[in-house]
């Protein structure tokens, strides 16, 4: 069958991303093999974070106290890229919440695979490596923390489509304890909101993203080091060349 093939959550998350109102649902086999590779990459994910995490009691103290209280500093570039997932999670489990409330599935399933792969996976975890290497104990937490934490309520926001992954995940990771079925369903903090750190890393993504497709149109090979220069012409461009000192 279909889901022995592919999977179950696979499929279901196939059809939920094409459950927009007031649509027939033309299902392939091709959709539901690119959800699979969304449902592999979640796993893969998960295995890198629980990797980095080191000693799992501090980083489970760690992402108790990020969850409690948000993270110490007021200089929005201490731990900025922290401060930028965690305030997109927030936006994120609004938009998913209020999804699931007016049953707009297809929804919902955009804003987690939108997020999940694209901000969490391609730019956070890249951007946290350096930390979880580190010799910094206090940033090596910090990051540790708030990748268990963004995980963990990730994973809590997908399992109502994808229920069996997220399930097994959940009991791979330490501190958590019964199903995650039962687990309270993330909701959005306040103290989580940071539109300047939004505004810092997404200006720098832009960058990336610029400085890669020039490197494609001039057919630069992948592994080559180039050197850039990158001139401010505008206050928002020097705040994001000051947030990477």
Known sequence: TIMDKYGTDAVRLTLCSLAA????????????????????????????????LGDGKEAVESANACASKGLDG????????????????NAVTGK???????????????????????????????????????????IKQTARGVALFVLDNSLRLLHPIMPFVTEELWH???????????????APSPEFDSPEAEHLVNGLIEVVTAIRNIRAELNIHPGARVKVMAIAHSRRAEDIMQSQG
């Open 96 to 138: 998913v919440r209020a999804a699931l409330d007016n049953f707009d599935f297809d929804v919902a399933a955009r804003e987690m695979y939108q997020f999940f792969w694209h901000e969490f996976c391609d730019w956070y975890l890249e951007l946290a490596k350096p930390a979880f290497s580190g010799n910094d104990q206090a």
């Open 21 to 52: 109102q007031g649509r027939d649902i033309r299902l392939s086999e091709e959709r539901i093999e690119g959800y699979r590779h969304f449902v592999n990459k979640v796993w893969n994910a998960a295995r890198l974070v629980l990797m980095n």
């Open 172 to 186: 791979s990771l330490p501190g958590r304890e019964g199903y995650i079925m039962t687990a309270p369903f993330p």
């Open 74 to 89: 007021a200089d929005v570039n201490d731990f900025l890229y922290e401060r930028w997932i965690l305030s997109r999670l």
